[in-house]
């Protein structure tokens, strides 16, 4: 790669005035540490595989969207690719982070070309490879995943060992719920080129759009850490579909923790109830989080017990 990252001093003095935000500046691979896209300084001769993004400033709409890989969905103006095999990690940088209440998850979308040089991240189906929420203690004052990225300032995933190779976006997100029901959305992605001799690929079970994977009224983003009903709750739902592993079986079920503390929808209009949940049953279960209908959609629509098909947009109904 070509663009160099910028020395440290200059860094500083662009980010002197931001705090309490972050986002992902380089990833490393098998030991080697490559740089990703710098918010902060000129488009002009970035040489990488991370796609732009204009600040470290959170996205605050939990179906806004840029929430796929906070931007429109292009490449930046010399794309590369990180090459890495199946079975093999990578690990996301970031130059500050203080948010310590939150979730960390890693998507993947496979860009069904050679390379994800000319493909927009808007309109991927994405898959959950990694996720943690609270590790322990309560959602009122226990340790969370954004809580050991504040420590370490990097978070490490590991491609599944079955997947089948090709062009891949990966995506890193941070949820800091910090502020009762206003959640803040912190994703950064890159290109990536899986090798290997995997044969695998995600139902469509795990597989969801971004946006749309949740809704502004999901339990695991609607959500008031500091209330009373939160002092006593020791799990917590993260939001999306459930981790991908590398095989296809019934994904687990989904957390089971007490609703918020507060159930009253954010102001303004919620995009998510739309239309009234999907009634129609198709061959074939959907699990929690699973897509069960839409335009072009051919698999089941019927959902598990304790769960509907809910209207997210014309493309994606989610068993919710």
Known sequence: MKFAAATAAVILSKI????????????????TTYPGWQPYLSAAGQDTAGRPYS??????????????CNNDGSNGPIPESLTIASGQSITAHWPQWTHAQ?????YLA????????????SGLQWFKINEAGLLSGTVYDGTWGTGKVMDTLEWTATIPASLKPGAYLIRFELLALHQANTPQFYPECANLIVTGSG????????LAPIPGAWGANDPGVNI????????????YPIPGPPVWSGDNSAPPPSSTAA????TAPPAGPSTTTAAPPVTTTAAGTVAKYGQCGGIGYTGPTGCVEGTSCNHVNDYYFQCL
């Open 110 to 121: 496979s860009c069904g070309a050679a390379t994800c040089d000319s493909v927009k991240s």
């Open 224 to 235: 008031d850490i500091y209330s009373e009903a939160a002092k006593s709750m020791t799990s």
């Open 55 to 68: 600040s470290y400033d959170p996205i605050l709409n939990a179906v806004a969207p840029t929430l796929h």
């Open 259 to 262: 609703p918020p503390a507060t």
């Open 102 to 106: 939150g979730p960390v998850t890693v």
């Open 199 to 206: 044969t695998a690929f995600p139902s469509s079970s795990f």
């Open 16 to 31: 002197a005035s931001i705090a309490a935000h972050g986002g992902v500046t380089s990833w490393t691979i098998g030991g």
